[in-house]
């Protein structure tokens, strides 16, 4: 992992490969190691950058990891600018400062990319969409997320864990795959509670990003698990109809984390479209 300076805190990172950049936002609440598996098959492709977000992992929360009243937060855009901040800076390492990049954002990884591509459109060369959703919560999911946040301690989190992993992988995932269901569980008890909280308070905070889909003039590929309980195949598809010209690839025998429990057809769907819309257009 390499260390970055983003704004008020340190962002540590994985960074391996060569080739166009893509960056990966991971989901809540877990951190980089989501992506290990895709990035040892993508890295001859493409030069992959994987930080722990804001808060995860062994990124500290910073200052601007707290809501005016003292509490953890991270709102959606501000994790979008810390990556833009992030790219930005490795870009301008690799003397491609104006370089455009593709976005691979899962669950609230898609969340960020969402409001990255508002943010940011110049940036984007194209963005992978996977196991997400466009909507704002509804009130009853808002406040859950905000009774999380306010409740959290470290004593709590291997249970959070136990209890998020039955709706976060495919049916067959424990028996075949006990590997994976123990990765997924130690990457979520490792997190601290301020993380938690702040992602936890700042998705609940988020707005609706439906617009956003529509604006996207970029190509993009709609990614997600077969068995996915949260982000189903069908909603994903109707997300992939809002968006002007988009690709849409279903991920089989994986759940809501399609980089654990499948990253050969998770890493090849990424390289088939690349190759189709953007390496063809270059």
């Not at 003397?95 to 508002?118: D, P």
């Not at 988009?246 to 690349?274: C, M, Q």
Request: net charge neutral; glycine share 6%.
């Amino acid at each position: 992992m390499k260390k970055f300076l983003v704004d008020d805190t340190e962002y540590y990172a994985r960074t391996d490969g060569d080739g166009p950049i893509m960056l990966f936002a991971h989901g809540f609440p877990f951190d980089s190691r989501l992506f290990e598996p895709v990035v040892e098959r993508l890295k001859s492709r493409f030069f992959c950058v994987v930080p722990d977000l804001r808060g995860f992992g062994m990124t500290k929360l910073g200052a601007n990891g707290h809501n005016p009243n003292g509490f953890p937060r991270v709102k959606m855009g501000r994790y979008a600018d810390d990556l833009a901040i992030l790219v930005s800076e490795i870009a301008c390492q690799r003397r491609e400062k104006n370089a455009k990049i593709v976005l691979c954002g899962l669950s609230m990884g898609g969340y960020i990319a969402l409001a990255f591509a508002r943010r940011r459109p110049e940036r984007l060369a194209g963005v992978v969409f996977c196991d997400s959703n466009a909507t704002q919560d509804s009130p009853e999911k808002a406040s859950e997320r905000r009774l999380l946040a306010d409740t959290i301690t470290s004593l709590q989190i291997p249970a959070l864990a136990d209890e998020m992993i039955p709706n976060l992988v495919a049916p067959e995932t424990p028996v075949k795959q006990p590997d994976v269901v123990a990765t997924l569980r130690e990457m979520i008890a490792s997190q601290s509670p301020d993380a938690i909280a702040a992602g936890a308070r700042g998705m609940a905070k988020r707005s609706d990003s439906t617009e956003t889909l529509r604006q996207l003039d970029v190509p993009t590929l709609v990614l997600g698990g077969e068995f996915d309980k949260l982000s189903t195949p069908a909603s994903l598809d109707a997300i992939a109809a809002q968006i002007r010209d988009a690709s849409r690839v279903t991920i089989p025998r994986s759940g809501h984390v399609p980089p654990l429990e499948n990253p050969d057809a998770f890493a090849d769907a990424i390289l088939k479209w690349y190759d189709a819309k953007i390496n063809l257009a270059e």
